[in-house]
């Protein structure tokens, strides 16, 4: 491993070292306006490879890019009408911007999804070795994973395993970093812009899916899905500790179905999806990186009461990796309002547009 101490004297030589060890593949940290970042050429399958070894535990989540302007990232991804806005609006800057992928970057780097960030950092030193390299570096902090964001070298090693150090080849030392948050990160995939993330700047007039009650809009029946699978993503973590109840209402034919769909894809669930309103619920089996568990779809339209959900073991299949999918969730939704478990409510709702309106609201 090698440390350079960046100051005004040398920044020619380090943006020539930074440079060369991209080049060869190499592992950097590097520093940001918000955090400390760890980079490799993300277009490099080996140097992407050994990033994620470095970072763990990722389990889907995408890396994102840094480029140095919009003209290198229309190289690597599909920038809409919304997304221009807020390039022009808020790039240079602590923003990630997700679009549509091209699928030009290694493997590991866009999402699941198919979509990919973007970073045009506001820091003087990473602009000018990101158009000297000419090609898209990963951008995502040099934490390990579930530890403190790291605005220092020393904050950084303390955190790293020994084997994550021997992983990096070149520290980039600026000294102590101003405590910013992380990038605001903002999904202009969909038919409005979503803010997945806040750091320390907000967006007005955005959908916040942090929010306990956000509202969604869908233009087709993939969008109602990908809706789903982005709520189902955040809510991973309680996915695996409680297991996670989603409730759905709606008129028929507004998507409840659709939605349940996309959480079926999510999960991976290979068969085939059929509403179960005949036998009141469908017990499906998943594996998704490497948690296998139970997702159940019930329709509930004809239970009443307490003891009906009882008989249909609705209270023994409430654990962890389990997933419950209820539609009609107002008809029983005041018989689980007290169980320690994950809940997502979506109510659906097609508007005067004939778009579907999806509110959410998260326990």
Do not use: C
Request: glycine share 6%.
């Amino acid at each position: 491993m090698k440390i350079l101490k960046v100051n005004e004297s040398n920044q020619t030589k380090v943006i020539d070292e930074i440079v060369q060890s991209l080049s060869r593949g190499e592992l950097i940290i590097f520093p940001t306006e918000t955090t400390y970042g760890a980079g490799v050429d993300a277009t490099n399958q080996a140097a992407v490879n050994k990033l994620l070894s470095y970072k763990t535990r990722r389990e889907g989540k995408p890396l994102s890019i840094a480029v140095p302007d919009i003209n290198l990232a229309e190289q690597y991804v599909e920038i809409n009408e919304t997304a221009r806005k807020f390039y022009a609006t808020f790039l240079p800057g602590p923003f990630t911007i997700i679009s549509e992928s091209k699928h030009k970057t290694a493997q590991g780097v866009e999402s699941e999804f198919g979509t990919l960030g973007v970073r045009i950092p506001a820091y003087q030193l990473d602009l000018d070795f990101l158009k000297a390299f000419g090609k898209p570096v990963t951008a995502t902090s040099a934490n390990a994973a579930s530890k403190p964001s790291p605005y220092s070298i020393e904050d950084l090693f303390k955190n790293l395993s020994e084997k994550q150090k021997s992983l990096i080849d070149l520290v980039i030392d600026a000294g102590e970093l101003p405590r910013n948050k992380p990038s605001t990160i903002i999904d202009t995939t969909l038919s409005a812009p979503v803010e997945l993330r806040q750091g320390d700047l907000a967006v007005e007039g955005v959908a916040r899916i942090e929010d306990r009650e956000v509202d969604f809009i869908s233009e087709s029946e993939q969008e109602t899905k990908d809706i789903a699978k982005r709520l189902l993503l955040k809510n991973w973590k309680k996915i695996k500790t409680t297991g996670l109840i989603v409730g759905l209402d709606g008129e028929l034919g507004v998507g409840k179905t659709v939605f349940t769909k996309g959480i079926a894809e999510f999960l991976q669930v290979k068969d085939t999806i059929t509403s179960p309103t005949y036998n009141y619920v469908n017990e499906y089996d998943f594996v998704r990186h490497e948690v296998a568990g139970k997702f159940y779809h019930f329709d509930v339209w004809k239970v009443g009461t307490k003891e009906e959900l009882e008989r249909l073991d609705f209270y023994k299949i409430l654990k962890p990796h389990h997933v419950i999918v209820i539609e009609w969730w107002q008809k029983i939704s005041g018989f689980v309002s007290d169980l320690e478990v994950g809940l997502l409510e979506v109510r659906l709702s097609e508007n005067d547009k004939g778009q579907r309106e999806l509110r959410v609201r998260q326990k």
